[in-house]
């Protein structure tokens, strides 16, 4: 069987002789197991290692395992360690963290936005923050989720909304006190509104004001609780 392509996102020691490696591609994110010293003279586990694009992945898969077999692919080993910005490299920790915590097949939409957002922040200039707020909506959307901001997300109350919860988004006094909260003024929950509609365009409203870093806050809370719970 083989994989198009995908990028390697992590790695572990499987036993004494093979490696584990962790693998996002058009089909999802898989797990397999890397043997030692087969790729043509070298060490294949050597090649699978994270911030790698590899092309032409052939595995063979026996038991529940997926075992790697590499003959005739190739590689990119993508530039993270030249990254002098703690940003870009936060910024790559997390796209990496969120895509381990997946596992099995996804819409090969989200493999498109974690391709095109790991090459944005290596290869970019952009500020990484609004490459990850792009990121961070961008799946949210995709997911189908997104932090309620029309009523209390727990009791469906319609007034006094004065908090925010990365649970499920604006939350009101009474429900607050059973959950982890910080305060929402209006600006913040017309910006939560705004976004739900028009996802793209809050990114054109980005100049890194007060209202818009906490609504990266929010969002990255939001995102964080969703993606790990």
């Known amino acids: 069987m083989k994989i198009s392509k995908g990028y390697v996102i992590e790695k572990r020691p499987a036993n004494d002789t093979d490696a584990f490696v962790k693998i996002v591609s058009p089909e999802g994110v898989s797990g397999f197991i890397v043997p030692r010293g087969s790729h043509r003279s ?3 586990a050597a090649v699978f290692t994270p911030f790698t694009l590899v092309n032409g992945i052939c595995y063979s898969s026996s ?4 075992r790697v077999v590499y003959d005739h692919g190739s590689y990119e080993i993508l530039p993270y360690g030249k990254l002098q910005d703690e940003a ?11 895509f381990s915590s997946l596992s099995g097949p996804f819409d090969s939409a989200l493999f498109d936005i974690f391709e095109n957002t790991l090459r944005s922040i290596l290869f970019k200039k952009d500020d990484p923050r609004g490459i ?14 997104f932090p309620e901001s029309e009523r209390c997300f ?5 007034s006094d909304l004065d908090f925010f919860s990365p649970e499920g988004g604006i939350i009101c006094v009474n429900c ?14 017309r910006l939560l509104k705004y976004a739900k509609k028009n996802p793209r ?6 100049h890194w004001k007060d209202e818009i870093l906490e609504y990266y806050g929010i969002i990255k809370e939001f995102f964080d609780h969703s993606v790990h719970r």
């Open 42 to 44: 070298s060490d294949l």
């Open 63 to 66: 038991q529940g395992d997926r």
């Open 88 to 98: 870009r490299m936060r910024a790559v920790r997390v796209l990496f963290t969120a």
């Open 132 to 145: 990850m707020l792009s990121f961070m909506l961008s799946y949210l959307e995709t997911e189908g989720i």
């Open 154 to 158: 727990s009791c469906g109350k319609k």
């Open 176 to 189: 607050a006190a059973s959950s982890t909260v910080r305060p929402a003024g209006d600006g913040l929950i």
């Open 201 to 206: 365009k809050i990114l054109e409203k980005t």
